[in-house]
């Protein structure tokens, strides 16, 4: 079984930063793709950021791209993503996710991950 853990999330001014984090259990593959999807209160959840365990193959939301960076480190078993520039638009409850069969590139849907953290909430406040 895999199980993703998020931390990090918080209280932040508009203009902030803030670092989550994801801890996975298990061992992954170049065949892994993680990503982090956010849902804010009565939305729908939408796709954040995402890449490849292995390789440099990485994918952003046009809302987060220039602010956000997708990272992993694969010898923690840990994904992160930096948020700069947070602004209220950007509050919602942050999930990572893994999608364990993708044999090329990422995925944005979330019902092509397999399996899905806990959430952490970020607020930022404006």
């Known amino acids: 079984q895999v199980q993703l853990v998020e931390s990090g999330g918080g209280l932040v001014q508009a203009g902030g930063s803030l670092r989550l984090s994801c801890a996975a259990s298990?061992?992954?593959?170049?065949?892994?793709?993680m990503g982090w999807f956010r849902q804010a209160p009565g939305k729908e959840r939408e796709f954040v950021a995402a890449?490849?365990?292995?390789?440099?193959?990485?994918l952003y939301a046009d809302s987060v791209k220039d602010r956000f960076t997708i990272s992993r480190d694969n010898a923690k078993n840990t994904l992160y993503l930096q948020m700069n520039s947070l602004k209220s638009e950007d509050t919602a409850v942050y999930y990572c996710a893994l999608d364990m069969f993708r044999l090329v590139g990422t995925s944005i849907k979330p019902t092509e991950y397999d399996y899905w953290g806990q959430g952490t909430q970020v607020t930022v406040s404006s």
């Open positions: 890449i490849r365990w292995s390789g440099s193959s990485t």
């Open positions: 298990g061992r992954t593959s170049s065949n892994c793709v």
